[in-house]
């Protein structure tokens, strides 16, 4: 089982990003998915989830109305589209299969 994430970088407040999480080694259209955050020594934050065919999505407060989380199953691949980035979503973006996590991407939001 495997996930790796891209997309992440350095964007000025009001940018945007498209974070990707590419999965393998599991059914990955039968399952829910969750991206989370995580700033320096915080613990993980649960940003978003989807659930199976992408008709569930649910968000944290602070994201709702900025962040889209959507899935391509034929690709088995979890978006996460941000949009209006302000400082506050700069951390290590994660996404999650159960408890299996990938390695991360950075996103930083700064002038």
């Known amino acids: 089982v495997q996930l790796v994430e891209s997309g992440g970088g350095l964007v000025q407040p009001g940018g945007s990003l498209r974070l990707t999480c590419v999965a393998s080694?599991?059914?990955?259209?039968?399952?829910?998915m969750r991206w989370y955050r995580q700033v320096s020594g915080e613990e993980r934050e649960l940003v978003a989830t989807?659930?199976?065919?992408?008709?569930?999505?649910s968000y944290t407060n602070s994201v709702k109305g900025r962040f889209t989380i959507s899935r391509d199953d034929a690709r088995n691949t979890l978006y996460l589209q941000m949009n209006s980035l302000k400082s506050e979503d700069t951390g290590m973006y994660y996404c999650?299969?159960?408890?299996?996590w990938g390695q991360g991407t950075q996103v930083t939001v700064s002038s």
């Open positions: 999650k299969w159960l408890g299996v």
């Open positions: 080694g599991f059914a990955f259209s039968n399952h829910g």
């Open positions: 989807i659930g199976v065919g992408g008709t569930y999505t």
